[in-house]
């Protein structure tokens, strides 16, 4: 665990430098690619393939190596695996089957999670993630792509999910369950074929939503019950900036040239989606609250 949390720093901080990218580190990665693929192979036939992704480094030391380990099927499953830079290496056969047996149990459920919420979105996409807490226990962390926008009836759909989400708790063992929603701007057509690890990769799914709804489950007694209900936006910079635009073009005009303009972050589930609430603030900390509305930079202030 120690060394993946140092690959994991390493990573943020440096980057992955891509296979024979620096001359330097190029006698080291082969050794460390040559050496996968015959641990790999002797272990396990042709079940499985590797892929070399990159090295961690810093100021011209290697610290490790990071490979793909994949299935040789249609539907393969893909593990990510941390070569220490050890001399000689050392491949921890326990923990890559232990990641491959996460990681075919999160398919499982995020297949069935895909089906049973079909009922409601059809062409929805979902991820369904069962993570250790600190005490031991675990929760499952459910996200679900809907492909449809959520419309100005949202309460009669936040009803609804709930309703569906409470029906599919009971299939649930533990004692916390949390349920994401993320809805496009539009109706999404797009026939959807990656790997859906990747689909919800940050970079990825961050642009594809912008509404996102989250309802949490806790079992009290032997019922679960809603605890929690959020509703947020997800602004792209380019929308962000064009409201502050507006915002700035307003106060420049009616005697807040100094103040500062901050976009705020709401979560109420009963407010109104077609409007983004603001706030500016002197530099004596003094505080103006607004809205504006997305679609025509419509402002209106609270009294």
Partial sequence: MKYQIL???IFLTFGCNSQAQNKMFE???KKA???MESQITEIYNNQFKTEFIGTWHEFGKIYGFQFYVVENNDYPIVVEYNLENLSPFEFDKQRFEKEYEVIKVKIKASEQLENDIRVYFPKARAISNRIKNHDGTFRWVNKIYSTKPLDKKKDKTFSELDSLCSLLTNKINENKVFFNFYFPKENDKTEYTDNRFSFFEFENFNKKHIHHYRVDFEKIGEQFEITNQKLYDNLK???SERLKKSIKKWKNENGFENWEISLLTESSTERDLE???F???SSDGEKKFGFIKLETNELKFEK
């Fill in 275 to 277: 409007f983004k609430k």
């Fill in 7 to 9: 690959f994991l720093l």
């Fill in 237 to 239: 910079d380019g929308q």
């Fill in 279 to 281: 706030m500016l603030k």
């Fill in 33 to 35: 690619i040559e050496f």
């Fill in 27 to 29: 006698k080291e990665e």
